[in-house]
């Protein structure tokens, strides 16, 4: 039978049905909520909104887990490639060899761009932020693939054109940023390898492929791949559910991503760690200015809506700290300093009792920095990761037979009707 939960306003019972997930989330179903009671909910940042139904990923904030279509995250990390997390975000399965090499070749077949974007590129002044770039030039993708895509086979072709051109355009952005030569994608590399090599090579100092770091980025990127319904992927659904194209709700996720409280934290974690750096390393001042509920100050890379406990991807990203920067024979002072704070904060009892704790990107920025990406571009890192994990929620959006357009309720605070006054009589 059927759950249902009582609600009682203004003496009337009503019964309301009542959603069970997969792993035994529930969800009061409350559509017809205004319609037979008057009311309307209240929830701003949707923490207690559940805004659809989707078997993409599963996270556990309590118990710090986290699933791409059922395989945990550490499995993911430890045995899939970035590529291969991508299909199965999509599809849903885990590909077979002959899946993986067509998407492979198709990741070749697309891995170029337009000449005529980079005319677009060089147009921007040298001191834009690549984020803001990269979601012009996102948008701008559609009108160079302006095909109508329904499809399901338009849907992969334009997944694997978005997941393969993003890369390129990065690499090509951060080159044309430093006044470099762009460096082409090579048919003979992997995707990591591709991106890495059009990064780093060039005419003067060819890049010597490292297949250690080639994995890291691998694992970096799986690990940034899907978060179900945060900030960026439900700015992807809300824009999508106006029935726009693919590129311009893809372009919106960036936009979203691109904030300090998203995306945009890797940066802010190095600068604040660059700033404890510049104050002697004193992370109990910074520990204290978090606390201060007067300033506005937060402890970036720590918190997070749903993680209660230890965000399981911060645990891969901190291990693979020490793997990098050995492997790229470096020290980071950035990374005693980190580990200084976590240690500090997570004996404070504001942080015990908060429940707050590192999350991805409080390590993640030492990653990158160890792998040689320049900090501005570390949110342009976690947005192609974030890719996959986009498309996949849009394509399951579009086909989700209950969807509405997105469309929020309020509740009216401003002045009560009043009458026009004329200019002079103000
Ligand atoms: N430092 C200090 N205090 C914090 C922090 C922090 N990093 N995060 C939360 N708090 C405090 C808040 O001040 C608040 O205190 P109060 O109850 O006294 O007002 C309490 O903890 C709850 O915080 P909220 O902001 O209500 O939590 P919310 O779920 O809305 O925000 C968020 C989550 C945005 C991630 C928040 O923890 C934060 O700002 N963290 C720093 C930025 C960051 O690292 N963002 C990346 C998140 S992961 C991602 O998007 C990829």
Redesign the pocket.
């Known amino acids: 039978m059927e759950k249902t939960v009582k609600l009682i306003i203004d003496g009337n019972t009503y019964e309301l049905p009542v959603i069970v997930g997969s792993e035994g989330e529930k969800a009061i179903d409350i559509r017809k909520l205004r319609q037979e009671t008057g009311y309307i909910t209240y929830d701003p940042?949707f923490?207690s909104t559940g805004s659809c139904r989707s078997s993409i990923t599963f996270m556990d904030g309590e118990k710090g887990i986290l699933r791409y279509r059922g395989y945990p995250i550490e499995q993911l990390a430890e045995h899939s490639t970035f590529v291969e997390t991508s299909f199965l975000l999509m599809n849903g399965v885990l590909p077979t060899r002959k899946e993986l090499n067509q998407v492979r070749v198709h990741l070749n077949d697309n891995s170029l761009v337009h000449e005529d974007m980079q005319d677009f590129f060089r147009s921007f002044p040298r001191a834009s932020h690549p984020m803001g770039i990269l979601s012009s030039m996102v948008t701008a993708l559609r009108s160079f693939y302006p095909e109508y895509m329904s499809a399901e086979e338009n849907i992969n072709t334009t997944f694997l054109r978005l997941l393969s051109k993003v890369r390129t355009m990065a690499a090509m952005s951060y080159k044309i940023s430093r006044g470099h030569k762009v460096i082409y994608p090579r048919q003979d590399l992997t995707y990591c390898a591709n991106f890495l090599n059009m990064m780093f090579d060039s005419p003067v100092k060819p890049y010597e492929i490292d297949e250690d770091l080639v994995r890291a980025l691998n694992i970096f990127w799986i690990l940034?791949a899907d978060?179900e319904q945060?900030?960026?992927t439900a700015a992807v659904r809300v824009v999508g559910s106006g029935k726009v194209n693919i590129y311009a709700a893809i372009s919106a996720g960036i936009a979203a991503?691109w904030g300090?409280?998203?995306?945009?934290?890797?940066q802010?974690?190095i600068e604040m760690l660059t700033d404890i750096a510049a104050n002697n390393g004193d992370v109990n001042r910074a520990v204290e200015k978090?606390?201060d509920?007067n300033d506005p100050?937060?402890?970036?890379?720590?918190?997070?809506?749903?993680?209660k406990t230890y965000?399981p991807r911060a645990k891969i990203m901190k291990a693979m700290c020490d793997i990098v920067l050995s492997k790229m024979k470096k020290s980071d002072p950035l990374l005693d300093i980190a580990r200084k704070l976590e240690e500090v904060?997570l004996k404070d009892p504001?942080?015990i009792d908060?429940?707050?704790y590192p999350?991805?990107?409080?390590y993640s920025g030492i990653v990158l920095r160890g792998l040689g990406i320049p900090t501005n571009m570390f949110t342009v890192m976690?947005a192609i990761g974030r890719l996959p994990g986009w498309i996949s929620q849009w394509k399951e959006s579009i086909d989700d037979p209950h969807w509405r357009i997105s469309r929020p309720r309020q509740v009216y605070t401003g002045e009560k009707e009043r009458d026009y006054i004329p200019i002079d009589e103000r």
């Open positions: 940042g923490a940034h978060h945060n900030c960026s991503l300090p409280l998203h995306g945009g934290a890797n802010a974690v978090a606390k509920r100050f937060r402890l970036m890379g720590f918190g997070h809506r749903v993680y965000d904060a504001y942080f908060s429940n707050l999350n991805v990107d409080f976690f």
